[in-house]
């Protein structure tokens, strides 16, 4: 009795198991080395930025432990390096590694707030435009329509710099992140908003919907439990590419001093600190932050990229 209990769970795992090796996306996944190496780098880095406070040599937050004196210090294996410091060191003295370690869970950070913000609020728009059509569905579109006429990272400074202007700079210190937060989002949503109408108009009229109004279902609940679920699979996919502009967005934001202070790291103060002093040789504050953040980036945009294709019944 007590083996058969204990065979049960592990068979029905084995069939999950099994099932997964042979579903199309294991096996595209498996057949392009590029996707898997870029998946490794993506998890890589994220692991590594969740982690940070474990697995880095010290605490670039804490300003109490820094020392000026260890500003601009070269890596480990360059003359004059320090081998307590790896990475070398920035202009403020902080270890580079643990900066980039820092930096890194406060880019993916905001990333994937401002994705998952954008995914809400254009999901909400898209579903009612689509399924009330009329006036309402014309004012929202027209919205968007307005929106994409501006570039997302023009979007995205307007509603920051309209922030800051709005409450003050001394209202703002310490909410930095959050407002990086909202301004990516309300840059990202429309194109949300626009794939969720054109599926829902699809869906509307279909014969379960029809049935569903027919018994009395409210129109919310028809929203929510059965248009909702047939409407997400594009906003995946969506989604993920669009991590990938998040993290460039928030680097660009911070790079034109917009986003957080040069003492709160993220990958992108850190490549604006570094390249104030690339041409006086100390090229190493600005190289690794920049190798992290292309390389993450990049590695986000192949996997959505391979998404996106192996979600496409025309290509199977």
Known sequence: MVDSLIKAPRSR????????????????????????????????????????PLIAPSNPLDLASLDLMNARIPPRWLENGDPQFLLGTDDQGRDLLSALLYGAQVSIGVALLSTVLAI?????????????????????????????????????????????????????????????????????????????????????????????????????????????????????????????????TEATLSFLGVGLPPSHPSLGTLVQVGNEFLMSGEWWIVFFPGIVLAGLALSVNIVGDWLRDALNPKLR
């Open 120 to 248: 809400l609020i254009g999901v909400t728009v898209g579903l009612i435009a689509g399924y009330y059509g009329g006036i309402i569905d014309t004012v929202i579109m027209r919205l968007t329509d307005v929106q994409l006429t501006f570039p997302a990272i023009l979007t995205a400074l307007l509603v920051n710099g309209a922030t800051r202007a709005i409450l003050g700079d001394r209202q703002i210190q310490g909410s930095e992140f959050w407002i990086l937060v909202v301004s990516i989002a309300l840059a990202f949503w429309v194109k949300y908003a626009r794939v969720v109408r054109a599926s829902t108009l699809q869906e509307r009229n279909k014969d379960y919907v029809h049935a569903a109004r027919l018994i009395g279902v409210k129109s919310w609940k028809i929203i929510v439990h059965h248009i909702l679920p047939n409407v997400l699979g594009p906003v995946t996919i969506i989604g993920t590419i669009s991590l990938a502009l998040a993290i460039i």
């Open 13 to 52: 795992l084995m069939l999950r198991l099994d099932a997964i090796r042979d579903s199309h996306l294991f096996y595209s996944f498996t057949r392009s080395w590029i996707v898997m190496v870029a998946a490794f780098f993506a998890l890589l880095i994220v692991a590594a930025a969740a982690l940070a």
